[in-house]
């Protein structure tokens, strides 16, 4: 008796484990469907529209949902844009000073609210307001007084070396490609442009605003503020993110420079005209050079939802609190856009921003690049957008291809948010 009882017990068992594995294959199946029919459209929103290629992930507190790319990384070879294609991704590097700032402090290494003259060795001092000092936390909130001007506009971008530059045009009308001789350290440049009398030194290179008064986008003083991290902690800006933050997540496919990656799978970048960009770094490269991929950003992502909900696992509960936390006032700003979905400059945190109608993200646009990386705070989900063609003249009609795609995985986040998302195919 013993023996039909465990042969029964057994069947059962059996039977169970059948219709479970059934119910599973039929719950991949679902989401499969819901994967290949988002692939469809966005698939067909790149075949109708104006960008060469482009990719795209979507992800929630508990990993990866989406990721994918579409149309082409070259468009002479017909090679496929993936999502494992690289490209850099413009001020979206930004997020990366943010989280390697939280990080330091956590260290003992400085203290947002610190003079930045503690740990500089030359001087910056807003000409109009000597005596005022200029904060860590300013520099990170966009409210330091430091002012991007034309001078740094036709400065900063370097052409790599050896590169052919054969049907490519080094003509961009918003930034100038300088050839590789006029590349300097970045100490040395920020040094020339922000020191009273230095090399690259001019009148509007400050506001005439007090340090912490007036939101100002700058990259200057975003560089800057890289540069402050370089000196607190005795590693350059470039190591410590390697550290701190790729190696962590296993953003193994990401790196500041050309060097640092496989430029095998680098997309080619097009002007708004379809015109072959070459390719290019930057002396400021803390402000927006960093390569990576989509699924690579997909884990970064992923990992700032995580901490929003104080499951982080770069920076502490408390770290990812402050890093998050808005930081201005409608006072701070001469204007702001209440209508806009996506844009960070609505409320700035560090490096990080708050939109109006619920995001948190950052944004980013160069010579031939497009990004947008934002979360929703309520559902905690995140989306990364990255093309490789720029908006040029002609911005209305790739803003409507860029808010269709945005739209169409707005539709999606529901019909994939699942209980333990499976890895994208």
Known sequence: MKKIALIVILGIAFSSCNQSKKNNDNTKSEVQIVRDSLTAELDSIQKSGLINGFAVAMVNQNGVLYEKGFGYSNQETKEKY?????QHIASVSKTLIGISLMKAQEMGKLKLDDPIHNYLPFEVINPNYPNEKITIRQLATHTSGINDTEQYMQKAWILTKNQDLTNVSTDYPAQR?????????MEEYLKGYLEINGTFYQGDNYLNFKPGERYNYSNIGATLC???????TGKTFDSFTKE???????????G?????VNIKKHSRLYRNDNTLLPFYTAITYPDGMLISSSSDMAKYLAEL???YCGEGTLLSKNSYKELFTEQLEEKNFESRNAGHPYNGDYSPAIFIGHSALGYIGHSGGDAGVGTWMYFDKEKKTGRYIVINTDMGNDERSKELEYYAIWDKMNEYFDRLSVEKPAHAQ
């Open 305 to 307: 939802v995580k901490g």
């Open 244 to 254: 701190h933050i790729l190696k962590p997540l296993g953003m193994n496919s990401t």
């Open 256 to 260: 500041w420079s050309l060097k640092d």
């Open 177 to 185: 490609l300088n050839s590789s001789e006029f590349n300097i350290p």
């Open 226 to 232: 890289a540069l402050v991290i370089e000196k607190a």
């Open 82 to 86: 993936t999502e494992h294609t690289i």
